[in-house]
């Protein structure tokens, strides 16, 4: 699996052939609909360690709508979990690559040398449970627990990102 795959879906519909490859590599075959008062649909490849976050345009768009589910639904985020995680045991490690050659085990230097200094760092009472970086249309954060063990790595739609930061 190629991350780079992932980051070129993100922002395009449902529809479109570079999210139907993403669907289609991962094994997908159920189609997002969201609840009527939930725009977000998360559809995860568990075998690939893979969830694929879609979120309906008329909640991007501002659009005021009795429902959602009547507008396309877009690609918003991809989370690439690291088998780190709890919850879940049936969610596998993502054994693809990362932005930037970067890997789950690179200490935070070489995080630094190979993305650049974080765009952003999250802190929870003085521990870090998140540093994102900003790739081109793309936020990549790494995600961890309270002892620091990363949990998940989380390609984000920038514009999507930035609309959550309005809210």
């Known amino acids: 699996m ?13 529809e479109s052939p570079a999210v139907q490859a993403l669907m289609k590599e991962l094994g997908l075959t159920k189609v997002p609909k969201p609840k009527k008062d939930d725009p977000d649909v998360y559809l995860a490849a568990k ?5 694929l976050m879609f979120v309906d345009s008329d909640y991007l768009e501002r659009k005021p709508v009795a429902r959602y589910g009547n507008a396309p639904m877009i690609c918003a985020g991809a989370t690439l979990y690291t088998g780190n995680q709890s919850g879940d045991p049936s969610m596998r490690r993502y054994g693809g690559d990362l ?23 999250f802190e929870d009472d003085d521990v870090v449970v998140t540093r994102v970086w900003t790739r081109g ?7 961890y627990d309270d002892a620091g063990t990363l949990q998940y790595v989380a390609l984000s739609w920038d514009a999507y990102m930035k609309l959550l930061s309005e809210e």
């Open 137 to 143: 249309t793309c936020q990549v954060g790494f995600n």
């Open 99 to 121: 932005p930037a050659g970067a890997t789950f085990d690179d200490s935070l230097e070489t995080l630094i040398a190979k993305l650049g200094p974080p765009t952003r760092v």
């Open 47 to 51: 075998s690939m360690g893979i969830e």
């Open 2 to 14: 190629n991350s780079e795959q992932m980051n070129a879906a993100l922002g395009k519909p449902y």
